[in-house]
DNA sequence: TAGATTGTTAATCGATTAACAATC
DNA sequence: TAGATTGTTAATCGATTAACAATC
């Protein structure tokens, strides 16, 4: 290997990493209209984020750095957040429950810039057998553990209904998956060592609304007797046809 | 009103607030066992917790407490959390773009349970217009900010692609909304006071890839050859006819 | 030189965990 | 009484922000 450093990978703080595609964003478009330099201050202002912060961020995935005065040559930079991106990761995941998240996960065309693939589903589902989304097939699950293990797939991700979660995160596991993407409501029991992260969608909904509560009170929450109305009837469809 | 305290929002941490449906999960399947009485070390030992997190967090939305050597009653905790998550939220939200996603989360019927609603669906897609997913009809985008207003919603959801997220994003603000839940991939620019959550799926699964990588450096990013094969021939749906 | 900007060291803040006193 | 358990107060840890020295 001809890497300058160490190819492992350094300590970067998950909301750190959760930042990187803003910053990335931001320098694209930036460049794309002919854009130069650019200065923390300016990142921090654009993105709704502390100067100082950005400057840390950008230190910690750049090793360009930015110099006193001009600031960051906003190629370098985007250059290498994409190489933090692409190559400090490739993995490859298989998805169980092709239902609407599921699909909508396979069809997802975001993993890729991350270096991420699903590589395929599995139901249980007749019906769905043999489909493809994304050029993504459905396997039947009787397949899972097989194929999982065959071709040496380290992520698992879990989109059935919650029931059924705990027996898909076995099979998952028997089948050599070190962590776990569950979108199901429930806590899953896994063995120690294998990583489990939780996405319940209901709770991150919930999270925002009681923000609101934190800090408009209570508006709004009347007119609900001619809203029922309005939407049953359709008659918002009119004047489209 | 007759609530026996100030029905505003006590400051609740949100890593607390997304903690609370595990509990809640564990413990109405404790009860459903016939379980009648459990303890925070016990709670903890099967979610995988802090013993006095889970004290802490039971205390922050439940009003019951437990005792010395008994511990808590479940009955009175999972009713205290049902109240908490459904009396405290109230919130209804409108969604704009219905591809995968957009129809996952108009299908997801987690949100019930929380007190939340999606109400309706906008797409710039005439295919999709006047359909429904779990009862959530499809209407033109041309009709968001009119419906929006009328209905008196205050969070928006945003499943379009990036490139449509801020425009869609301006007329949610335009409509009223305080809130947007943000599934594209960029920084939304909204007006002071206006809060903005964003949801990247790449971000999160790349999340899990990284701390693998952490902990099990690279190990089976190999068998690249064989398995493209495998993929592709369909040869694992065999034996399923 | 003066001023903009970086990068680092120190302070603050919030959440988790540990220690412990209270109680049944 | 002894022991399990709660709830609180203090310590730790990690992330954000502020202060500041270095530099072009």
Redesign the interface.
């Given at each position: 290997m001809m890497s300058t450093r160490d190819s492992?990978?350094t300590?970067?703080s998950?909301q750190t990493?959760?930042r990187?595609?803003?910053y990335l964003?931001?320098l694209q478009s930036a460049l794309a209209a002919g854009t130069e330099n650019t200065s923390a201050t300016v990142i921090a202002r654009?993105?709704?984020l502390n100067e100082v912060q950005v400057r840390k961020d950008l230190a910690a995935v750049s090793q360009s750095g930015g110099r006193p005065r001009t600031g960051y040559v906003i190629k370098d930079l985007v250059s290498d957040i994409e190489d933090f991106?692409g190559l400090?990761?490739?993995?490859e995941?298989v998805l169980v429950g092709a239902?609407?998240?599921g699909?909508?996960?396979l069809?997802?065309k975001?993993?890729d810039?991350?270096?991420?693939k699903i590589?395929?589903g599995f139901d249980s589902d007749e019906a769905a057998?043999?489909m493809e989304y994304n050029e993504k097939?459905i396997?039947?699950l009787?397949?899972l553990v097989d194929?999982t293990k065959?071709?040496?797939?380290?992520?698992g991700?879990i989109t059935v209904p919650?029931g059924a979660a705990q027996g898909v995160c076995d099979m998952l596991v028997e089948a050599?998956c070190?962590?776990i993407?569950n979108f199901a409501?429930?806590?899953l029991n896994v063995p120690e060592?294998i990583?489990v992260?939780?996405?319940?969608?209901?709770?991150?909904?919930?999270?925002?609304?009681?923000?609101?509560?934190?800090?408009?009170?209570h508006?709004?929450?009347?007119?609900k007797t001619?809203?029922e109305e309005?939407?049953e009837s359709?008659s918002?469809?009119d004047g489209?046809r």
């Open positions: 492992s990978i300590p970067i998950n990493v959760k990187i595609p803003f964003g931001y654009a993105l709704n991106l400090n990761n490739n993995d995941a239902g609407h998240l699909k909508a996960l069809s997802y975001g993993f810039e991350y270096g991420l590589v395929a057998m043999g097939m396997f039947p009787n397949k194929l065959r071709l040496n797939i380290r992520i991700i919650a050599g070190l962590a993407w409501p429930v806590h060592g990583m992260q939780n996405e319940n969608m209901a709770a991150s909904l919930l999270l925002l609304s009681r923000h609101l509560q934190e800090h408009f009170s508006e709004g929450i009347q007119g001619e809203w309005i939407l359709g918002a469809l489209q």
